[in-house]
């Protein structure tokens, strides 16, 4: 347990001063605008977007600016301020099969209706450092080949797997006649284990990128039953609606810009259900591609319990993931150790120093038998 | 989605707070002025136009206490009056509810109180978690009909609440014997309010007591 | 889900149906596009107006649904301004902006407020709405003529010796 301290605010003033000097850096230098970091760091805006839980793109651009480009920090700033406003209702479920592609691929089947449309992407690059970006910047944007244009075919995109539910051989994502529930929300109600789907989800779009990357590669590396497909991943802008209570009817607000992935999995059957394909389903802000797969392949192993599978392994259970998957908890509570944790340090080498002062005791009573 | 029939009649609508951030502070720490020195009258400086039955500081009230998180009750003819419920979903969101025992805040006219025990007076471990009882009086005044005390008192105060039940009356001072359980109360009369906790003991005066 | 929501646009009436048009029209223009085409309008007369809700900004929770077409789930929240104001004849303007402009807000909600009205909805319809339409419209369709030239047909390259 950490103690209070006083003192020291000349000190924490001069040291905030001297981190707003780090951050601006070498003075002869044009100072970064947030402009800039929103229209040419994007990625990095769309991280902090998902795991701050907000979107808005110029909000994540100041906070990356403001943290000196540290992910989690940002991440954290954007938190801190979503506590300052008034919630405005909930949106109409977004219709990502309305979705304006701009990328869309399987790695399930060659031939989709609409096609399989790279859009803008880092996958085929060689990974070469690009010294002409050091020496020149930006080399101007070559025109699109126009030959290769195609504008009529992506319209529609219908979803990849629902070749496969034509079929019968994957799950519905549900009954034809179900009605919508109202899903929980954890930035109202403390999440409670075990936790329905749709919270799960929601936990894990704003989770931390890299530990549910490690947790989806873990359950393809044996840790964990999970072999699965990238059934289908698409990019593009969706509409956002809602509906004014004094309008009745849904408007439309605006729009944003969303990666949906659906991940294909084996699942053996049961005494209830046939050998067939479940699905674990990602959606994240912005081009978070990777974010999109993991959260579907973490998605699909906390789905264990539910389709009757063994929990083994940590990504499997819901406990460890959803309660360790946010980067501003586990931030935060690894970083409390920088604080003055003196008393409590104290009374443990008070302790160590008993116990060897015991046990030397101990040795020499016994020496001198 | 179906086309709802709206609850909010976009006619019956007036502003709210012309800032609402400073007015909405502005209250809140009146009101907690009230809560914490219980019996006192206090004159809300704003005066705004109010929707329907509602009295300015009634208003004001629920304007600086109410979200989309809290549940509210209603009293009947309160809840029929689309000028009132109209501008406390649109400017407010408060969800209206029907039964008063799961309200976070219960507003009242005095001529239609809700039955006290039919509110949520909290449970032992999260006491706070029960329902503000926010009632709109005829008349308020220090005259000496009740006698006050209790924490946030110096010694005694005294107050008049008309329009009460004799039902109510007595519910309200019993209910003093469940403390830590029970419903903090708001008094509301034009720009007038005046609060009494749970904490507030209550003692009615006899008639010969007030001339002293 | 389109079926649906093409389902409440049919129980629209004609009056909701152009109001649902044009609130996200105005909703979705860039800020700059907005300025610019309200700036040059001549209206007949400035309008006078009062606020029933000052500009406020809050976030919306955005929903998704588990597997895009399954239960919803909230997915994260978006910034939003919304604003009302009445007009002197009494016509109510709405508007409710993905974002944080205070100028956006008032801006869409006093365009909702004067194309109700008879005097003003045929010029704001033609000089506003129909050109912001366009120029969203137009974006769009460069957007797709980008994304399109990605288009690829792979070849399957068989494995092993044969």
């Known amino acids: ?369 | 989605m179906a086309v709802l029939t709206p609850t909010v009649n976009s006619n019956a609508l007036i502003a709210g707070f012309d800032d609402p951030v400073q007015h909405g502070q502005q209250v809140f720490r009146a009101l907690l002025k009230a809560m914490s020195e219980p019996g006192t009258l206090i004159e809300l400086e704003l005066n705004l136009a109010t929707p329907g039955l509602l009295n300015n500081s009634t208003w004001q009230t629920l304007l600086s206490l109410l979200d989309a998180d809290t549940q509210l009750w209603l009293s009947p003819r309160l809840n029929s009056d689309e000028r009132v419920t109209s501008n406390l979903r649109f400017h407010c969101q408060s969800p209206i509810i029907d039964g008063s025992k799961a309200a976070d805040f219960a507003v009242a006219l005095a001529d239609e109180l809700p039955v006290l025990r039919d509110l949520n007076w909290g449970t032992s471990e999260y006491p706070d978690r029960s329902t503000t009882l926010i009632v709109q009086v005829p008349a308020l005044s220090d005259e000496p009909h009740w006698e006050l005390t209790g924490p946030g008192i110096e010694s005694r105060k005294t107050a008049r609440i008309a329009g009460l039940s004799e039902e109510f009356r007595l519910a309200l001072i019993n209910s003093r014997k469940r403390f830590p359980l029970g419903v903090d109360c708001i008094f509301c009369c034009g720009s007038k309010l005046l609060a009494l906790p749970r904490s507030t003991q209550i003692r009615e005066m006899r008639p010969e007591e007030g001339e002293a | 889900m389109s079926v649906t929501s093409q389902q409440a646009n049919a129980e629209l009436t004609p009056e909701q149906a152009s109001r649902k048009r044009w609130i996200g029209i105005l909703a979705k223009a860039e800020l700059k596009d907005l300025q610019q085409h309200w700036q040059a309008l001549v209206l007949p007369a400035a309008p006078e107006y009062q606020f029933i809700r000052k500009p406020e900004t809050g976030l919306t929770m955005l929903r998704g649904r588990i597997g895009g077409s399954g239960q919803p789930f909230n997915m994260g929240e978006m910034t939003v301004t919304r604003c009302a104001l009445r007009l002197a004849s009494g016509t109510l303007g709405l508007s409710y902006i993905a974002g944080r402009s205070k100028e956006h807000a008032i801006t869409a909600a006093l365009a909702d407020a004067l194309l109700q009205e008879e005097r003003t909805a045929e010029l704001l319809e033609s000089a506003l709405i129909n050109p912001l339409d366009e120029i969203q419209q137009a974006a769009q369709a460069e957007r797709m003529r980008e994304a399109s030239s990605t288009k690829v047909d792979f070849f399957t390259m068989v494995r092993g010796e044969d």
């Open chain 1, 1 to 369: 347990m950490y103690v209070a301290v006083k003192g020291g605010e000349k000190a924490i003033d001069n040291a905030h001063a001297l981190m707003r000097k780090t951050r601006r850096g070498d003075e002869s230098i044009t100072e970064l605008t947030v402009e800039q970091i929103r229209e040419q760091l994007p990625l990095a805006v769309d991280r902090v977007m998902n795991e701050g839980s907000v979107y808005d793109p110029e909000l994540a651009a100041l906070a990356l600016k403001q943290a000196s480009g540290d992910a989690v920090e940002a991440i954290f700033l954007l938190r801190a301020y979503r506590t300052t406003l008034p919630r405005i209702g909930y949106s109409e479920p977004l219709d990502t099969e309305a979705m304006q592609i701009e990328r869309r691929i399987s790695g399930t089947f060659k031939d989709l209706p609409g096609g399989q449309v790279l859009g803008s992407t880092y996958d085929y690059t060689h990974r070469l450092l690009d010294f002409t970006l050091l020496a020149e910047g930006e080399a101007p944007i070559s025109a699109l080949d126009p030959e290769t244009s195609d504008e009529e075919t992506l319209d529609a995109c219908p979803r990849v797997l629902e070749l496969l539910n034509k079929e019968g051989l994957i799950e519905q994502s549900r009954e034809a006649d179900e009605a919508d529930h109202t899903p929980a929300d954890l930035t109202r109600e403390p999440v409670n284990y075990p936790a329905e789907r749709a919270v799960r989800l929601q936990n894990l779009v704003r989770g931390d990128e890299g530990f549910l990357l490690s947790l989806s590669y873990a359950s393809m590396r044996g840790y964990g039953d999970s072999h699965p497909f990238a059934g289908e991943l698409r990019s593009g802008r969706v509409n956002v609606e809602l509906v004014p209570e004094e309008l009745g009817f849904a408007i439309e607000i605006g729009d944003l810009f969303l990666t949906e992935c659906e991940m294909v999995n084996q699942f053996h059957g049961n005494k209830n259900q046939p050998p067939q394909f479940t699905r674990g389903y990602g959606l994240a802000f912005g081009r978070s591609e990777r974010k999109a797969m993991s959260v579907a392949l973490v998605e699909r192993s906390l789905r264990a319990e539910e389709l009757g599978e063994e929990v083994l392994y940590p990504n499997q259970d819901q406990e460890f993931v959803l309660s360790h998957s946010d980067c501003v908890s586990a931030n935060g509570f690894v970083s409390h150790l920088k604080l003055p944790h003196y008393v409590d340090f104290q009374s443990e080498l008070e302790m160590i120093r008993r116990l060897r002062r015991e046990i030397a005791a101990a040795t020499d009573e016994e020496n001198n038998k």
